[in-house]
């Protein structure tokens, strides 16, 4: 993430590699998604319940972030948002799994109060909201 912010900080974009069947590929598009799972949770946050309550601002939000590192061609957009929903849901699966319920299970609910260490890009007030909506017993009873 840092090597890309620093190309779009510099006004350069990264080319994707392509395979012979069209599909992007390689160490430059694992980069992309990287990023977008970034930009995603700096842009749009975990306020959300899921991908389709983000509005479309936002989404067109992510999507200039991403072509102002990437080359890419506008017909991407529609697949590259897909991969922002997919990459949102799993992280917020993966903070649930790997950080809340651990916590909660050790009766240690003090050190959710401070977003993770990894993932600074996530606002504080965010992350509060998102522990709160994931401690409810509505979701605990899933």
Not at 35 to 50: D, E, F, M, P, S
Not at 77 to 106: S, V, W, Y
Request: charged share 30%; proline share 4%; aromatic share 8%.
């Amino acid at each position: 993430m840092n090597e890309i912010s620093k190309l779009m900080d510099q006004g350069k974009r990264v080319a994707l590699e392509v395979n012979d069947k069209g599909q992007y590929c390689g160490k430059s598009y694992a980069k992309l998604v990287s990023t977008l799972g970034v930009r995603c949770r700096q842009t749009i946050g975990l306020a959300y319940k899921n991908w389709k309550e983000v509005n479309q601002t936002l989404k067109n939000k992510v999507w200039k972030d991403i072509q102002t590192g990437f080359i890419v061609p506008d017909t991407f957009k529609h697949d590259c948002l897909i991969i922002a929903g997919k990459l949102m849901k799993d992280f917020k699966n993966r903070m649930t799994k790997d950080i809340i319920m651990p916590a909660l299970k050790e009766n240690d609910l003090g050190r959710l109060a401070q977003v993770p260490e990894k993932h600074p890009e996530i606002d504080a007030a965010d992350w509060c909201k998102f522990v709160e909506s994931r401690l409810t017993p509505e979701f605990l009873v899933r």
